[in-house]
């Protein structure tokens, strides 16, 4: 249609230029134009051939989605600083929803930070990795540690000026933890493109890089011994130069800033947060447990350990499965409170509370951590409220302040004080206790002095509750 319109707007300029018509086909056009009116007819064609091609622009889907990528590129900036924990993996995997579900061009991740938890590094990982978007690592300062294997699992590696890369070694530094550390960031290494000795370099301090680093030391980057060896994709002072970069014009950000849910899942996964959390629980546990009926103590405890779990699962790092192990494990302890003694149940109860935190937590050592800081916390909790609360109304429902005493009238059996001056004879000796025979009873008795012989003559002199106390008779 535009080309039909275009050759008849060009035949009618023609029409005009009677010196240079030479087709007879043109003359015949000329012809007719004049007959019937050429300058309406030719402004017509003119004002069609414009709203054809207006038309074809806006509705053709191709051509549509050509001017769209050619003036506007969307790029979505996920901020990744502080410690790597739950929360962040939490907030990071909802960024990256959000960028798919609004057809992101690109996903700059914008990184400062010492590192954090193993597990959690590897869950942001994995989703960047998945992500189907290009995505781009923007070093900012700093990506120490659980950093490194966020930074290599982007498409491209930018750094600022004066920035650094490396020192990922874990925490306990043993030889399981470094194996399975360093084969993935030597996976995720060789998935990008990546150098995956140096990389595992600034795991494990046992690998040398002649010119690089030496043995016993952690491999550590700055941007500019980065780019020296082509690890990173270049250096940039701003996001705007990364654009430049990597020939995106037209960019339209959109900084993805952490809701408040976002922050506060972030804050239960701190890891000086985790054991107060745990100490809030059994505080409010033990408060529940001591007092009668459902109250304040339940309240609390819930709270407690329902916000350092639900950080965990919420962050990944956990299953709703260890939730349930560890309801499981408090409802043997409280069976365990209610019957006498200790046997299966308080044994049970202690391993799935045990086993449940161990889960929830990034490893053995964090998890034991974990447990003593809330038991030292929980003891001194639990010594304050004693001393506490007596001054408080709620005391009389903790503290029984009852003496059961003589002088409160409490006898627990009856003294017989009628054997008072009685003489008998040792059945046994007494070391000081033995057996006494008093007419035709035979009783036990203590004696005053350390020892007494069998088959001597005693006497007795006090009654103390339930002990009998006796005396030698000395002949003469």
Do not use: H
């Not at 974990?370 to 709620?394: D, E, G, H, Q, S």
């Not at 033995?434 to 069998?454: A, M, P, R, W």
């Amino acid at each position: 249609m535009i080309c039909f319109c275009y050759i008849f707007s060009v035949k009618l300029n023609i029409i005009k230029m009677e010196n240079i018509i030479s087709i007879k086909y043109n003359k015949y056009i000329l012809v007719k134009l004049r007959t019937f009116g050429g300058d309406l007819l030719k402004r017509v064609f003119a004002f069609l051939a414009l709203l054809t091609t207006v038309l074809s622009i806006l509705f053709n889907p191709f051509m549509g989605s050509m001017v769209f990528s050619q003036a506007n590129k969307s790029a979505y900036v996920v901020n990744i600083k502080g410690e790597i924990n739950p929360g962040t993996y939490y907030y990071v995997r909802n960024s990256i929803e959000k960028a798919q579900n609004e057809d992101a061009d690109l996903i700059v991740f914008e990184i400062d930070t010492m590192g954090g938890r193993v597990d959690s590094a590897v869950n942001i990982s994995d989703a960047i990795v998945s992500a189907g978007i290009p995505t781009v690592a923007y070093i900012n300062k700093k990506a120490e540690s659980a950093g490194v294997l966020i930074s290599i699992s982007c498409d491209k590696i930018y750094m600022a000026q004066g920035s650094t890369i490396g020192s990922a070694e874990t925490i306990p530094y043993t030889e399981k933890n470094i194996s399975y550390w360093t084969s993935q960031l030597r996976t995720v290494a060789q998935q990008k493109g990546r150098d995956s000795d140096v990389v595992a370099a600034m795991a494990d301090r046992d690998i040398k890089i002649e010119g690089l680093v030496d043995k016993g030391k952690l491999l550590n980057l700055t941007s500019e011994n980065a780019k020296e060896i082509d690890f990173i994709d270049g250096i940039a002072n701003s996001r705007n130069e990364v654009y430049s970069d990597i020939k995106m014009n037209n960019v339209t950000e959109i900084v993805v800033e952490k809701t408040l849910f976002d922050e506060f899942v972030n804050i239960i996964n701190l890891t000086f947060i985790a054991p107060v959390l745990l100490s809030i629980g059994f505080i409010g546990l033990i408060t529940e447990i001591i007092t009668p009926g459902f109250g304040i103590g339940g309240i609390i405890s819930i709270l407690g350990f329902g916000l350092f779990f639900g950080g965990s699962v919420l962050g990944g790092s956990a299953s709703t499965f260890v939730l349930f192990i560890f309801l499981i494990g408090l409802i043997f302890l409280v069976l365990e409170a209610l019957a006498p003694g200790f046997g299966i149940f308080g044994i049970s109860g202690i391993l799935a509370v045990v086993v449940s935190i161990i889960m929830a937590s990034n490893s053995l050592l964090q998890a034991f951590a974990y447990m003593f800081v809330a038991f030292i916390i929980t003891i001194i909790a639990t010594v304050f409220l004693i001393k506490k609360l007596p001054k408080r109304k709620i005391s009389k429902t903790l503290l029984l302040e009852t003496k059961l005493n003589k002088e409160g009238g409490f006898v627990p059996y009856k003294e017989n004080t009628d054997y008072i001056g009685k003489v008998g004879n040792s059945v046994s000796d007494l070391r000081p206790s033995g057996k006494v025979q008093i007419g035709n009873e035979i009783l036990d008795c203590i004696s005053e002095t350390s020892y007494i012989e069998k088959n001597k003559a005693v006497k007795i002199i006090k009654i103390d509750g339930n002990k009998i106390i006796v005396r030698e008779i000395k002949e003469g």
